[in-house]
């Protein structure tokens, strides 16, 4: 199974800031690598597909960058909205799997 | 709106059984595999099952493997999850979320569909004696 890293586990920001996230797969992944916002009580939110690809409805200070094993999620901009926790997940073979979140607070 | 809602959840004793299901509208669920996704209490996702667009082919986690069933109803847009000697390890919110981003159609897929681009509000199934 392929193992999903994520860094950090929580990271504490205020708005405005510029916030990283970094995903690292256990093995070569190509472009197969999406991002979720989860904020509590609700269901995730598929933010980035394809490692780059920003989902519709999606605000563009959201952004993804990465292929094979080395993935990034960048907010370049906190928002108030933006407080929640992020996954990662490899969508390149089963069984599919996420990383263990990164808090923002 | 693309609307997927779960039911089924509630307690059950270790060692028992439950059918969850996703009621799928306003959108084509026949060209569109679909998976579940499960959270326990406080902890991160954890991806459970797919099946395909035409229940063809279905894999599970290996958490659930040889216990738990995906199976779909196309003509009634509905999804399901036989759960079967559930244990405590089983307790958790069990979303039912859509791979749309992946259109199905002829035997062949075309984009993302093992990527979740809809997910229901999630069911919680608590198992404990």
């Known amino acids: 199974d392929i193992q999903m890293t994520q860094s950090p586990s929580s990271v504490s920001a205020s ?6 996230i970094t995903c690292r797969a256990s093995q070569d992944i190509s472009t197969g690598l999406a991002w979720y916002q989860q904020s509590p009580g609700t269901a995730p939110r598929l933010l980035i597909y394809g490692a780059s690809s920003l989902q519709s409805g999606v605000p563009s ?3 993804g960058i990465g292929s094979g094993t080395d ?9 108030p909205e933006d407080f929640a926790t992020y996954y990662c997940q490899q969508a390149n073979s089963f069984p599919l799997t996420f990383g263990g979140g990164t808090k923002v607070e | 709106q693309v609307q ?3 039911s089924g959840g509630g307690v059950v004793q270790p060692g028992r ?11 084509n669920f026949n060209n569109y595999a679909m998976h579940w996704v499960r959270q326990a209490p406080g902890k991160g996702l954890e991806w459970v099952a797919v099946i395909s667009y035409d229940a063809t082919s279905e894999y599970y986690a290996d ?5 738990f069933t995906i199976s779909r109803d196309n ?4 999804l399901y999850l036989q759960m079967n000697s559930l244990t405590t390890d089983d307790t958790a919110v069990y979303y039912c979320a859509g791979a749309l981003l992946g259109f ?3 035997g062949s897929c075309y984009g993302e569909s093992d990527v979740f681009d809809y997910w229901g509000q999630g069911t919680l199934v608590t198992v404990s004696s």
């Open chain 2, 63 to 67: 958490s659930v493997k040889g216990r």
């Open chain 2, 75 to 78: 003509s009634k847009s509905t």
């Open chain 1, 71 to 79: 993935f990034t999620l960048t907010i370049s901009s906190l928002q």
């Open chain 1, 61 to 63: 200070r959201f952004s």
């Open chain 2, 104 to 106: 199905c159609s002829g």
């Open chain 2, 4 to 6: 997927l809602v779960e």
């Open chain 1, 15 to 20: 708005v405005g800031d510029r916030v990283t």
């Open chain 2, 17 to 27: 059984s439950l059918r969850l299901s996703c009621a799928a509208s306003r959108f």
